[in-house]
């Protein structure tokens, strides 16, 4: 398909411009002083999707942010493709580590990226991988070559859990009937060896908060008599693995599936580099659940992870003093057979069962989501496979992924479709971290790959490939 490489040609650059003025964009959805910013990035993707060529674009209203819909028909009997994605993003601290403004995108070469890198929040997760969408479906539009139906479903909640996400699908599964999803918000291995997730893992998000005395105390006068809940709520967290790493909380494990030779086999088939990946992070060693590898920790074993910890005097010099209170967010990544609400139940009783007297607790469940797997001998996997070795010149490599995206087990539930994963980014892309960045390279690829894809998907649909 030489059209394909043609266009991209001769319109790279406008590409890129048209990312960076989106990425310029604070769409920060966990911080309402940030709201505006939302609502003028929905519109900014509204905009593009009427210019790439979509129909019946709108913006949706929900309790929260909206979400931008629009769809191009061309043949009731052609096979319709739903494209989700999402416009919000990630807050950008901690700001002192960012090497450059988090929302001044800039383009700069690394050793991975030796053709260039745009640096911004929401570069990979997930404006990038969702705007290759967008120019892929004009490049289509333009070159009279889009080979299905699609539909775009572009939400402003996925950073915090889309939770009216849920509520739109159930209400509008008339408008959203497809016979595939395609989502980019995962990545390849490597740029010379491409990967399509299969697998994600579930969510369940915790907030504590442990209080001691009724007000802040002078640590000389009450040290050693009172509870100090920092102290406390430490020792908490740190039983809640044993010296196995394995995760403490009545019943954590009882729906887990114990992985067959054939399982971890597959896993080890993946190219993967030990030593790479300690120095990436600039590790000594790797740490986890005893009894699996690295990428068997990752991929298909759950997981309990602290994000924040905090509580009493964290200013400049000291202050000697028992805090009130001490909080924590605490993160759990569920595999396939454990369910969101089974676990953050179970955490619960448990966080409030190892709470000594001395101190009161109250957990606040914030946003979750079941784990989901995708199989292999669907024509939507096939497509996407065949398109990726058709750009890559090697078949891509099926993997499982430690990430979550609530949103696929629901698309499953309330559409009856299976969702194929098919993402451009790196796990080095520092996604949700400072200097988030996502190669030019990958971001042409993917316009280059996705109209592969719908080739593909139809001739497949047809039978005749």
Known sequence: MEHIKNYIDQNKNRFLDELIDLLKIPSISADPAYAKDVLNCAEQVKTSLIEAGADNVEICETPGYPIVYGEKIIDKNKPTVLVYGHYDVQPADPLELWDSGPFEPI?????????????????????????????????????????????????????????????????????????AILIS???????????????????????????????????????????????????????????????????????????????????????????KYKAALDLSDVHGEKGYTTMERTGIRPTLDVNGIWGGYIGEGAKTVIASKAYAKISMRLVPNQSDEEITRKFTEHFQKIAPKSVSVKIMPHHGGEPYQSPTDINAYKAASMAMETTYGKKPVPVKSGGSIPIVALFEKELNVKSILMGFGLDSDAIHSPNEHYGIFNYLKGIETIPHFYANFNKLYEGKA
Do not use: W
């Open 107 to 179: 383009i700069k070469k690394t050793d991975i990226h030796p053709q260039g890198a745009i640096f911004a929040r929401g570069a990979c997760d997930d404006k990038g991988q969702m705007y290759m969408h967008v120019k892929a479906f004009e490049l289509m539009m333009k070159t009279n070559s889009l080979d299905c139906n699609v539909k775009f479903m572009i939400e402003g909640e996925e950073e915090v859990g889309s939770n009216n996400l849920e509520e739109f699908v159930k209400n509008n599964k008339e408008k959203l009937t497809c016979d």
């Open 185 to 275: 918000d995962t990545g390849i291995i490597a740029n010379d060896t491409p990967s399509i997730t299969t697998g994600l893992k579930g969510l369940s998000y915790m907030e504590v908060e442990v209080t001691g005395p009724n007000r802040d105390l002078h640590s000389g006068l009450y040290g050693g008599a009172v509870a100090n809940p920092i102290n406390i709520l430490c020792e908490m967290i740190a039983s809640l693995k044993n010296e196995d790493n394995r995760i403490t909380i009545d019943g954590f494990y009882d729906n887990v599936l114990d992985l067959s030779n054939e399982e971890r086999e597959d896993i080890a088939r993946a190219p993967f580099s030990l030593d």
